[in-house]
């Protein structure tokens, strides 16, 4: 009787200890857990050339090297450099609007000014000093926003440079031993092979057409717009410029959030040229960017709606942070892949049935 009870119990004490066990190696990795991320996928991007490099040269710390030296150039190198400017143009913002000073403060009182004074809008007896008043405010609360979060990411030197080191150690041993590291979480994940390599698929395709997304539409339409603000006179124009990069994933309007207004100002405080100027490179130039290029970089690769890479890119930075822009999507992706693997197995189980009696 008691060992008919007690038979299955050497098994549940072993998927306990397994579970415990399991969770206290993810709590010990934590930390280093955007690190390893970032290897991961920085390692899948740069697999091809690894691989081209193994072809001409015989030694595998070698070629891993190489690549590892081709991705710092290539990707670190201007990422970080970006970063270092923008933290200090965001700071001298930053310090413009609480000082009440510069080219911002004057050009929001103007406008305000010439709004007051339209015959269109003066019969709404706008409050001119509370208008002001609420607009330095916004205008406070965004970029205090943007420094802290600029700050957060570079602030602690120490931490950064630890998780940086981390990142390359581990992008190294990926880039040479990705394919046995595949091997063996398949050896010893309860799952068949070909279910693991549908998850690799969808974590490569979504984060490769995610950064496409960004760095390379984004990134022209952001250069752009900082390009067209920087000629016609506005301050900050590389903060701008970033924000239109990360704006660029807002489905329909995109980044016309913030070269629109800009444009519209400008007309208002009797800058003529500078506002025509960017309202017409704006709507022909920056808008047919994404027309242009999306069919070209991502073609049919990402199976997922605009919507739901917006919300999901959204969603992952306000969990995850700066990673979130591509940890969000993937996340997506996999929510929608393994509901896809499920009702697959449902299927297939369902046909199973009848032939089995």
Same mark, same amino acid.
């Not at 003066?122 to 330095?136: E, G, H, P, V």
């Given at each position: 009787?008691?060992?008919? #009870?007690? &038979?299955?119990?050497?098994?549940? /004490?072993? =998927?306990? $200890?397994?579970?415990? +066990?399991? @969770?206290?190696?993810?709590?010990?990795?934590?930390?280093?857990?955007?690190?390893?991320?970032?290897?991961?996928?920085?390692?899948?991007?740069?697999?091809?050339?690894?691989?081209?490099?193994?072809?001409?040269?015989?030694?595998?710390?070698?070629?891993?090297?190489?690549?590892?030296?081709?991705?710092?150039?290539?990707?670190?190198?201007?990422?970080?450099?970006?970063?270092?400017?923008?933290?200090?143009?965001?700071?001298?913002?930053?310090?413009?609007?609480?000082?009440?000073?510069?080219?911002?403060?004057?050009?929001?009182?103007?406008?305000?000014?010439?709004?007051?004074?339209?015959?269109?809008?003066?019969?709404?007896?706008?409050?001119?000093?509370?208008?002001?008043?609420?607009?330095?405010?916004?205008?406070?609360?965004?970029?205090?926003?943007?420094?802290?979060? #600029?700050? &957060?990411?570079?602030?602690?030197? /120490?931490? =950064?440079? $630890?998780?940086?080191? +981390?990142? @390359?150690?581990?992008?190294?041993?990926?880039?040479?031993?990705?394919?046995?590291?595949?091997?063996?979480?398949?050896?010893?994940?309860?799952?068949?092979?070909?279910?693991?390599?549908?998850?690799?698929?969808?974590?490569?395709?979504?984060?490769?057409?995610?950064?496409?997304?960004?760095?390379?539409?984004?990134?022209?339409?952001?250069?752009?717009?900082?390009?067209?603000?920087?000629?016609?006179?506005?301050?900050?124009?590389?903060?701008?410029?970033?924000?239109?990069?990360?704006?660029?994933?807002?489905?329909?309007?995109?980044?016309?959030?913030?070269?629109?207004?800009?444009?519209?100002?400008?007309?208002?405080?009797?800058?003529?040229?500078?506002?025509?100027?960017?309202?017409?490179?704006?709507?022909?130039?920056?808008?047919?960017?994404?027309?242009?290029?999306?069919?070209?970089?991502?073609?049919?690769?990402?199976?997922?709606?605009?919507?739901?890479?917006?919300?999901?890119?959204?969603?992952?930075?306000?969990?995850?942070?700066?990673?979130?822009?591509?940890?969000?999507?993937?996340?997506?992706?996999?929510?929608?892949?393994?509901?896809?693997?499920?009702?697959?197995?449902?299927?297939?189980?369902?046909?199973?049935?009848?032939?089995?009696?």
């Amino acid at each position: 009787m008691f060992d008919k #009870l007690f &038979a299955g119990f050497p098994t549940l /004490i072993l =998927f306990l $200890v397994l579970g415990i +066990v399991t @969770l206290l190696f993810g709590y010990i990795l934590k930390p280093f857990f955007f690190a390893i991320f970032w290897a991961v996928l920085l390692a899948a991007i740069f697999a091809p050339l690894h691989d081209w490099l193994h072809g001409k040269f015989k030694s595998s710390n070698l070629c891993a090297g190489l690549a590892l030296g081709a991705v710092v150039i290539t990707f670190i190198l201007p990422v970080g450099l970006l970063l270092t400017l923008l933290v200090g143009e965001s700071l001298e913002i930053y310090n413009s609007i609480n000082s009440s000073r510069g080219s911002w403060m004057n050009s929001l009182t103007g406008m305000l000014n010439a709004l007051s004074q339209n015959p269109m809008l003066a019969r709404f007896n706008l409050d001119q000093q509370f208008m002001t008043d609420k607009s330095i405010e916004l205008l406070k609360v965004a970029t205090r926003f943007l420094v802290s979060n #600029l700050s &957060a990411f570079t602030g602690n030197t /120490i931490v =950064f440079f $630890v998780e940086f080191a +981390v990142m @390359l150690y581990c992008l190294f041993y990926f880039l040479r031993d990705g394919d046995d590291f595949v091997d063996t979480i398949a050896h010893y994940l309860p799952v068949d092979r070909r279910h693991l390599d549908t998850f690799i698929a969808e974590f490569l395709v979504t984060s490769k057409a995610t950064l496409k997304f960004t760095f390379i539409i984004g990134g022209i339409q952001g250069l752009l717009g900082g390009l067209v603000f920087y000629v016609t006179g506005i301050e900050g124009a590389l903060v701008w410029g970033v924000l239109m990069v990360g704006l660029s994933i807002v489905p329909a309007i995109g980044n016309a959030i913030i070269w629109a207004p800009a444009g519209i100002i400008m007309l208002f405080l009797g800058h003529l040229w500078q506002g025509i100027a960017i309202l017409v490179f704006g709507s022909i130039v920056i808008s047919s960017v994404d027309n242009l290029l999306r069919p070209i970089l991502l073609g049919k690769d990402i199976q997922m709606h605009s919507l739901l890479i917006f919300l999901s890119t959204l969603g992952g930075i306000a969990v995850f942070g700066f990673s979130g822009f591509v940890l969000g999507p993937v996340v997506a992706s996999f929510f929608l892949s393994i509901w896809k693997l499920f009702l697959e197995l449902s299927r297939e189980n369902e046909k199973r049935q009848p032939s089995e009696d």
